[in-house]
């Protein structure tokens, strides 16, 4: 059993920044033993969306919307994948999960972390 646990989430104004934490944990496990760690988002009333990865080897991938804004980064040691946040908009609110792509299994999720921008 994998267990994703965000933090980090909250009010902020537009062009503020946060961090998102999502601490991994279970039997065995390693975020550099998946194929990949990240994070995706969901709006009210809209699909979730790929917001971020980072792969085996550290190559970090981001959507279009959040380059240069966002940054992913993992600690092996924490066992710990994080996302900077800056410049944030208020086309940003969303809840924030982490995910866990691991061989042969279905993807593991967090529960989420509310970001809300807003003045």
């Known amino acids: 059993q994998v267990q994703l646990v965000e933090s980090g989430g909250g009010l902020v104004q537009p062009g503020g920044s946060l961090r998102l934490s999502c601490a991994a944990s279970g039997s065995g496990f390693s975020i550099v033993g998946t194929n990949a760690m990240g994070w995706s988002r969901q709006a009210p009333g809209n699909q979730r969306e790929w917001v971020a990865s980072i792969s085996r080897a550290g190559r970090t991938t981001y959507a279009d919307s959040v380059k240069g804004r966002f940054t992913i980064s993992r600690d092996k040691v924490k066992n710990t994948v994080y996302m900077q946040m800056n410049n944030l908009k208020p086309e940003d609110t969303a809840v924030y999960y982490c995910?866990?792509?691991?061989?042969?299994?279905?993807?593991?999720w967090g529960q989420g972390t509310q970001v809300t921008v807003s003045s």
């Open positions: 995910f866990a792509k691991r061989p042969g299994t279905p993807d593991d």
